[in-house]
């Protein structure tokens, strides 16, 4: 960038919340609304800042108005400056009072009834100022927005052990059973294997999710394809389906008890999902996102039922057989 530039963009600093907000409105009341400025001084610095750059960026557009393809540009660029200026605000803030910051926590559905209500729980009897903004959504859906910079720590089975830009640690083994609707013919059993599943109609979530990752890895190592009957973006749907008759799926225990809709059969050999903590590589956690992670790994935390201890073995969601009490992660 030359000097020009330079100044340019010096010029146009005071300014980026402006852009932003009228990118994100198109309308001059709105953005000046958002800004807490009178209406008219937003229409001045509008003008002034086209006279700046040498090109208008905005045109009317009906009763509002619509950016030039300068003033798009411009708006693009300083919502991105603000979001950079707005996070290192934030950690200049909490490095001066860690306990009272903020944590953008992301986690897979099921999570959000007992190990993140626990989890955080444990942490704000210690730390009551620091506030939690929560994010669901699928594992894939979870890691995008990690690795973007929306969120800063998520819950997700399984790990992400084979990306360069995240760090993950296990917390907890989650057993997967075999959810079948009372009539069906796996009901009565006490356990049923995988190849037991080749041409069962399943239930499962869409693509994206771990769980079906999971699935779709248990019929593989099974030796045959499975066969789809409905697609879901949530587990508490895909029991509702099963309750329905309309399939079996493979699901966590219940940390409550079985409803008469749904009977959980147990897999042979057993089948854990391991569940962990993710943040991005190189230490750029705020302070008080630092000490939830630090929390959660630490391995005295209250997990909430249905959750145990990981087993000392290599985190993977691969499925391995390691002798006769089999366990797939």
Partial sequence: MDESDEALAARLAPALALLAAVGETGHV????????????????????????????????????????????????????????????????????DPGSGRIVLGFLHLLGRTLVPS??????????????????????????????????LVFVAPLPLDDPDLVSRPLAEQELVLSAPPSHRFAARARVRAADLAGEELVTLEHGYGLRQITDDLCAAAGFEPRIAFEGQESETVRGLVAAGLGVAVLPRSDQAPTGGVVEIPLSPPLFRTVGVSWPAGERLTPAARSFRDHVCSGRTDLGPAFRRPRPAPPSHDLRETGDHDTRR
């Avoid at 942490?123 to 699928?138: D, H, I, M, T, Y």
């Fill in 29 to 96: 009341t709105r953005a000046a609304e958002l800004l807490g400025i009178p209406q008219p001084t937003a229409s001045r610095r509008l003008a002034a800042l086209s006279d700046l750059v040498g090109a208008p960026l905005v045109l009317p557009s009906g009763r509002g108005i619509r950016l030039t393809r300068a003033g798009r540009i411009l708006a693009a660029a300083s919502t991105r400056a603000l979001a950079t200026v707005t996070a290192a605000a934030r950690e200049v803030r909490e490095e001066i």
């Fill in 119 to 152: 989890l955080i729980g444990g942490f704000r009897e210690r730390n009551p100022g620091v506030r939690f903004s929560l994010a669901q959504g699928s594992r894939q859906d979870m890691l995008r927005a990690l690795r973007e910079g929306e969120i800063d």
